[in-house]
């Protein structure tokens, strides 16, 4: 066999392996999860509209709720990390509301 068509070869074989063993059938059964109950909103307060649509989106009011206490400038920094690192939609004129709601919560002076 000329070299050239060494690798060809070699991709072509690599490639028919999968296909060759998934001649069986699939069978696909649906199941059954009980998830732990989580806090379905943050609790009531100044600018908890705003924080449950925007934070609910990502992640549970209970996962925030279990951080520990951050100072404004920390809660500031994790807003800013939700939208610029992981993309959360949240827009510029909701960040402020959000931190002062964090504060007023998990807030350590």
Same mark, same amino acid.
């Given at each position: 066999?000329?070299?050239?068509?060494?690798?060809?070869?070699?991709? /072509?074989?690599?490639?028919?392996?999968?296909? +060759? %063993?998934?001649?069986?059938?699939?069978?696909?059964?649906?199941? &059954?999860?009980?998830?732990? +109950?989580?806090?379905?909103?943050?609790?009531?307060?100044?600018? /908890?509209?705003?924080v449950?649509?925007?934070?609910?989106?990502?992640h549970? /009011?209970?996962?925030?709720l279990? %951080?520990?206490?951050? &100072?404004? &400038?920390?809660? %500031? +920094?994790?807003?800013?990390k939700?939208?610029?690192a992981?993309?959360?939609?949240?827009? %510029?004129?909701?960040?402020?509301?959000?931190?002062?709601?964090?504060?007023s919560?998990?807030?350590?002076?």
């Amino acid at each position: 066999m000329p070299r050239s068509l060494l690798p060809i070869t070699l991709v /072509a074989v690599a490639c028919s392996l999968p296909c +060759a %063993q998934a001649q069986g059938k699939f069978t696909f059964k649906s199941v &059954s999860v009980d998830l732990p +109950a989580g806090d379905r909103m943050f609790p009531s307060g100044p600018n /908890a509209d705003t924080v449950n649509a925007d934070c609910l989106a990502c992640h549970s /009011a209970g996962m925030v709720l279990n %951080q520990p206490a951050l &100072s404004r &400038s920390e809660w %500031q +920094a994790e807003v800013n990390k939700m939208r610029t690192a992981y993309k959360a939609p949240i827009d %510029q004129k909701d960040v402020a509301l959000i931190v002062d709601y964090l504060v007023s919560i998990r807030g350590k002076e």
